[in-house]
């Protein structure tokens, strides 16, 4: 396949617009023999003479009065794809953003970043999709723009920002006779309990730290995100470990749960965003990544989000 040279649309433009050979090639810095033989390969390349001599004037042919608006707007086209990208344009931003965030981060910042959003940039669609089960590979295929959830590998090309660290308390009901008395290891391991993992699995790194005191826990329970676990303290005598975010929101919310310190040593959780290379340089992506940043930097009192480690 031969391609036409574009170099030839540039010329035609100034040729079209300045109606003179030699005023044509004083404007692109040629002589004007050159600028004649451009426009003999122009009239080649379109089949038609585009200016013909009329007295000592040269004047275009129809076929160039109908190209002159058609070359003008191609190439004013080509200047803007070739341009450095603009600062976006907010109030007039239309675009679908996914961030595959854990509930913690939802419900520690959802509302605040909806906020933002709705006061910077009304049109943007803001989309939260479930964890899954491979977490590994969830930005490769384009469908995620922004993954927010605890440190783990992400792959040596993708880019990773922290964000904030969280620790995990204790949660019952308001009146839990737990909190009769000092909340002691053995005391802690005595009530029936609710796990949170979204693969169904009932043991996790609390059950690892017990083993190490020489006791264990009955999980009666297990739920699939902590908000459902919340929902499910309910009346009963059961147990919830939560991230302190989701124990802030709680008590924000006002529902009948308390929390409490865990008697048990456990890691504190760094929460990360991440995002693929291909959104590195997109503007309207890092406007994102900048109004997460300050949500997560500026809460004050507990309002960083965070997740529990893949049980």
């Known amino acids: 396949m031969q391609f036409p040279d574009l170099n030839l649309l540039f010329a035609l433009d100034v040729l079209l617009e300045e109606g003179s050979v ?23 390349t379109i089949g038609d003479p585009i200016f013909v001599k009329v007295g000592r004037k040269l004047v275009p042919t129809p076929r160039a ?28 931003l239309k675009r679908d953003f996914n961030l595959h965030a854990n509930d913690v981060f939802i ?64 949660m019952a009901r308001d009146a839990h006779p737990i909190f009769d008395h000092e909340i002691t290891p053995e005391r802690f391991a005595r009530y029936e309990q609710i796990s949170v993992s979204r693969r169904g699995r009932p043991n996790g790194p609390i059950d690892v730290a017990l083993q190490r005191l020489g ?62 290379p291909r959104f590195q340089s997109d503007s309207a992506h890092q406007w994102l990544r900048r109004i997460i940043r300050e949500l997560c930097a500026g809460h004050v009192n507990g309002a960083s989000g965070v997740m529990l480690p893949a049980q």
């Open 22 to 44: 030699v005023a044509a090639a004083r404007r692109m810095n040629l002589s004007a023999p050159a600028m004649s033989r451009t426009l003999a390969r122009i009239r080649e």
């Open 65 to 92: 009065l109908t190209l002159r608006e058609q070359v003008h707007q191609s190439l004013q086209s080509a200047r803007r794809l070739l341009e450095p990208e603009r600062e976006v344009d907010l109030p007039s």
């Open 107 to 170: 419900s520690a910042f959802g509302q605040a970043l909806m906020e933002r959003l709705c006061a910077e940039a009304p049109h943007v669609l803001l989309r939260f999709s479930p964890e899954q089960d491979r977490e590994d590979t969830v930005l490769e295929d384009g469908k995620v723009d922004l993954y927010i959830s605890a440190m783990r590998p992400m792959g040596t090309d993708v880019h990773v920002q922290s964000l904030f660290t969280t620790k995990f308390v204790g």
């Open 215 to 276: 006791l264990s826990r009955r999980v009666s329970l297990v739920a699939p995100t902590f908000h459902s676990g919340v929902f499910m303290l309910g009346s009963s005598d059961l147990i919830l470990t939560v991230p302190e975010h989701v124990a802030w929101e709680v008590r924000r919310m006002g529902l009948r749960a308390r929390s409490f310190e865990l008697p048990l040593p456990l890691e504190t959780v760094v929460v990360v965003e991440a995002w693929h």
